[in-house]
């Protein structure tokens, strides 16, 4: 065979992929990051000058609502990451667990048919279940269960809802496979020992499968943080996101170097998140690829 | 492997384990399935119970001229987007495993990170990107944003297929002689074929339901379907979106069976 080290022709496929991504994707995101310390735009507006009062304005914060939105950001995604985990677990576990190849691959099918509906679609589907004239507070007034209708949308609750939902298929894949790798016979060894089913769980399954909800939870959480549509649509004047208050700075106050610093801090943050995860993925995959 | 040693008469865990299981299910689906009662119900405001069924807001989706021009937008934008990144991907995903590309893990994640970084800010780059540049918001400059987060799709799929395929084959047919040229057109192209396609199915539909890279990057009358719907939900939620929400769900789905027809979900898995 030739030199492991020296590349074949067909190397030069990756041309087209290399030009789309260092022109759309590189040099974008080194623009972002240099207009984030300019004051305007220094092509159209040669009295623009390099500032760092752009971070400054997040840092000190005069105004009082950046750290909040950078806080509940954060608080939103964790409690989303937290609650995909509750749900997402028992369902991956069942994936994982099945014997039956139909069932499985129409268990899959429910869990992926979710993610391929737009996101939009999907924030429709909550708007319509949860608004005042919606599906469970008509139905709850019917019942006379309720007077008046539950503030279930237009707050953090709706908007939570809605991101778990959009968010479980995730962790469920995630979580599928990392299950799917552990030896059952672990399980029923501990159980032959006389461990109950639910401590043969919780002693053997649970502990083995932590890195799969490490790298689950961390996908869900750098997801939830850049949601946009979900926490505009959902959550009406209570909720404010550094995504949404990315689209703000960009459309209404048009700012674009305000709403790049906000850019680079949000993706220091997930770059962060994803380093962690891809760590995780790789100490789980014993060195396999990212693919 | 084994099979089932405990069966007994009733299990109460197993019971419950089930109903849990049953019940998360209906939560992934049900709101689905409601979005389709609300697009055949006739009252004028979303309102539930359902009284009837009809086809009106159907109409007013099919009958709005916003509605359509942003949906042969999005059709239009996809279909591009669907045959660059299937040309592109493809060819990236055998530069990549078999161009003996030095650093070959690290490009991999490089050629993925569009799927790590939010799409949010990636539309954020792009916009400032093309003020600086002056181009304003063409077109093509939609596509390239939608081509760039749709090619790790194509690369993923085609990667998959390509490590599950025995290299032997080809080394086999160069054996008996045919030209490295050949050995690619006539051994490799159809191996890969079934993940290329899949990967570009894909594509379309990360491009026809994108959201967050368009946001910054359309220009007014000239939006996509999923803009147009967000700026529609924001004052007035009325059967049309659901409507339109029907019409990209039975895409989404018919999707879904063609890719199982083709290479089966299990590639998908890989997250």
């Known amino acids: 065979m030739t030199n492991a080290a020296r590349p074949t022709p067909i190397a030069w496929l990756i041309a087209p992929a290399g030009l789309l991504f260092v022109l759309f994707f590189v040099l974008p995101f080194a623009v972002m990051t240099a207009m984030s310390f300019y004051s305007g735009n220094p092509v159209t507006n040669p009295n623009a000058f390099l ?45 994982a667990r099945m014997q039956s190849r139909l069932g499985h691959a129409l268990v899959l099918m429910a869990v992926i048919a979710p993610m391929l ?59 599928t496979g990392v299950i799917g790798r552990i030896d059952e016979r672990l399980e029923q060894a501990a159980r032959s020992l006389g461990a109950g089913r639910l401590r043969a769980f919780v002693e053997v399954t649970l502990p083995l499968s932590l890195p799969g909800i490490l790298a689950g939870s961390l996908l869900v959480f750098a997801l939830s943080i850049s949601a946009y549509v979900t926490p505009s649509l959902m959550g009406g004047t209570d909720v404010l996101t550094l995504p949404m208050l ?32 891809n760590r995780i993925l790789a100490r789980l995959a014993g060195g396999q690829g990212m693919a | ?37 609300f697009a055949l119900n006739p009252t004028p405001y979303i309102s539930f119970p359902p009284v009837g069924v009809s086809l009106r807001w159907f109409e007013k989706f099919f009958g709005s001229a916003e509605f359509m021009n942003a949906l042969w937008l999005s059709l239009w934008v996809a279909s591009v987007v669907l045959v660059l990144s299937i040309v592109i991907g493809a060819a ?62 194509v690369i993923r799929t085609t990667l998959a297929v390509l490590h599950n395929f025995d290299r032997r084959i080809e080394e086999a047919a160069a054996v008996l002689g045919a030209s490295p040229t050949r050995v690619f057109f006539e051994v490799t192209l159809p191996l890969i074929r079934p993940g290329v396609f899949a990967g570009g199915v894909f594509a379309f539909i990360v491009s026809f ?21 967000f700026n529609y939900m924001k004052f007035d939620l009325d059967g049309a979106i659901a409507a339109a929400s029907m019409v990209s769900i039975l895409l989404a789905l018919s999707v879904v069976l063609v890719l199982e027809r083709l290479i089966g979900l299990k590639a998908y898995v890989k997250l």
Request: with cysteine; glycine share 8%.
């Open chain 1, 246 to 277: 990315i689209a703000q700075q960009v459309g209404t106050s048009f700012n674009p170097n305000f709403a790049g610093a906000l850019g680079v801090i949000l993706l220091l943050v997930s770059l962060a998140i994803v380093v962690a995860y």
């Open chain 1, 51 to 95: 500032t760092t009062r752009h971070y400054e304005r997040f840092i000190f914060d005069t105004a009082g609502i950046f750290h909040e939105a950078l806080w509940s950001t954060l608080r939103i995604g964790l409690i989303t990451t937290v609650i995909s985990l509750l749900i997402g677990y028992p369902l991956a576990h069942w994936m």
């Open chain 2, 209 to 229: 339901d994108q959201f967050p890279v368009s946001l910054f990057l359309v220009v007014p009358k000239g939006e996509t379907l999923p803009v147009v719907l």
């Open chain 2, 1 to 37: 492997m084994s099979a089932a040693p405990n069966r007994r008469p009733f299990d109460v865990g197993r019971a419950a384990y089930l109903t849990l299981n049953a019940l998360l299910l209906a939560f992934l689906l049900l709101p689905i399935a409601i979005v389709l009662v």
């Open chain 2, 92 to 153: 990236c995903a055998l530069a990549l495993a078999r161009g003996n590309l030095p650093g070959r893990a690290v490009m991999t994640a490089f050629f993925m990170s569009p799927l790590m970084v939010p799409a949010i800010l990636t539309g954020l780059a792009l916009f400032q990107a093309y003020l600086l540049s002056g181009i304003g918001r063409p077109v093509w400059g939609l596509i390239a944003a939608h081509t760039l987060v749709a090619v790790p799709y």
């Open chain 1, 117 to 175: 509906t737009g996101i939009v679609v999907r924030t429709f589907a909550w708007m319509t279940i949860l608004q005042d004239k919606g599906v469970i507070n008509t139905t709850l007034m019917q019942w006379g269960l309720i007077e008046k209708p539950l503030p279930l949308m237009y707050n953090e609750f709706g908007t939570i809802v809605a991101l778990v939902h959009i968010y479980v298929p995730f962790m469920v894949l995630t979580l």
